[in-house]
């Protein structure tokens, strides 16, 4: 049989079968059946044919070089997002320098819990275990790789399903630190609070906005009290990128509250003064201190540092993170009884299921209104 593989008669119809295994001395073929006509045969054929084309022979690849390659036609392919591609490479580089020599078909799950316990333990950046989460994480990426691996017929099984990572609730993330209204506005009307970064964070906790959908806003995305979000400002290798939301319902349009409305209108005109003393002209909402769009890594680093100065004045009891506006937003709008559509439509969720599980978070007052609705109903 032809490694390019043939179309022949069946029965009624046509059928064919080509090679999709690397050039070994064993050989794997795939057949299918029941094309009504030939034209219709070679169509499938081809398409197989053009599916396993890159399939290499394991017994001439090392790990290290399959893994590299694996990411680089991931990221041509546009099947990922730079972004992604960027933490998929941070991972593999780490991988293959702990198994990148050994050869791809010879790769063990024992191989693969060996790589998992140097990270906890000491595998970390300055010689300390990584944590649960991120090792986890690392099983992700090299299980979906050899899962790659598998489906093109370079590997008979994928040993990472036989790994022992560690556990769903080892890795799972810590609760967020959710600040109550009343830091978040004492926070909010600090003094050492300036404006161009209390724009920010209003933005962020008013709207639950991600880092990135902050940076890409421009002022054309701001139509009276509606909001669109249109792009995202994401890093890869600390490289901006702009492009599209990673979603459909990324895209979005929401309602802003009067009172923030009337604050971007505000620094609005602020803002265009600044820039034509400086000379500088930029299209975006927020902007940093020397008036250029934030750069998202920048971004989270301004807000740690204003939580952490929030946290040592005592307006609230520890830090909160970036992201956990968006917890806070959520946490705001599932207390005062926004329906759950509504609130996945404004943060961009795909479904209010995934919205109640990941930010539906309680808090104190809520608990207390709760042991409150109880206490009644048992007459006390």
């Not at 989460?133 to 994928?158: I, P, Q, S």
């Not at 309680?362 to 109880?374: C, H, M, V």
Request: hydrophobic content about 40%; charged content about 25%; overall charge positive.
């Amino acid at each position: 049989m032809s490694r390019q593989g043939r179309v022949y008669k069946h029965g009624a119809g046509w059928a064919f079968d080509v090679d999709v295994g690397p050039s070994t001395g064993h050989r794997t073929r795939k057949r299918e059946r029941g094309f009504p006509t030939r034209r219709e045969a070679v169509t499938a054929l081809e398409a197989v044919r053009a599916r396993f084309v890159d399939v290499t022979d394991p017994t001439t690849t090392d790990v290290a070089s399959y893994l590299f390659d694996w990411v680089d036609r991931m990221a041509a392919a546009q099947t990922i997002r730079p972004s992604t591609a960027d933490s998929y490479r941070r991972i593999v580089a780490v991988a293959a320098d702990r198994l990148g020599t050994l050869r791809l078909d010879r790769l063990t799950a024992a191989d693969l819990d060996s790589l998992y316990h140097w990270l906890l333990t000491t595998g970390g950046r300055t010689g300390v275990g990584r944590s649960p989460r991120t090792v986890r994480y690392f099983h992700t990426v090299l299980r979906k790789a050899l899962a790659d691996a598998v489906r093109k017929r370079m590997l008979g099984r994928n040993v990472a399903d036989e790994a022992d990572p560690p556990s769903s609730t080892a890795a799972k993330a810590p609760e967020p630190v959710i600040w109550n209204t009343e830091a978040v506005q004492a926070f909010l009307d600090t003094e050492w609070l300036p404006n161009y970064r209390k724009i920010c964070w209003s933005l962020a906790l008013g709207t639950g906005l991600r880092r990135g959908e902050l940076a890409g806003l421009k002022w054309s995305d701001l139509d009276g009290d509606r909001l669109t979000v249109r792009r995202t400002r994401t890093t890869a290798n600390h490289l901006v990128i702009e492009g599209e939301p990673k979603t459909a319902k990324g895209r979005r349009t929401i309602t802003v509250d009067a009172g923030l409305v009337s604050m971007l209108r505000s620094w609005r005109a602020e803002q265009a003064r600044l820039q034509i003393r400086a000379g500088i002209r930029s299209e975006y909402l927020l902007t940093g201190p020397t008036l250029e769009p934030w750069h998202p890594d920048s971004l989270t680093q301004a807000w740690a540092r204003d939580a952490a100065r929030a946290t040592a004045d005592g307006l609230a009891e520890a830090p909160m993170r970036l992201h956990d506006c968006r917890h806070w937003n959520a946490t705001q709008l599932v207390a005062n009884n926004v329906d759950l559509n509504t609130v996945a439509d404004r943060l961009g969720h795909s479904t209010p299921a995934f919205t109640l599980a990941v930010y539906g978070h309680s808090d104190a007052e809520r608990d207390r209104a709760a042991a409150s609705k109880l206490g009644a109903a048992l007459g006390f």
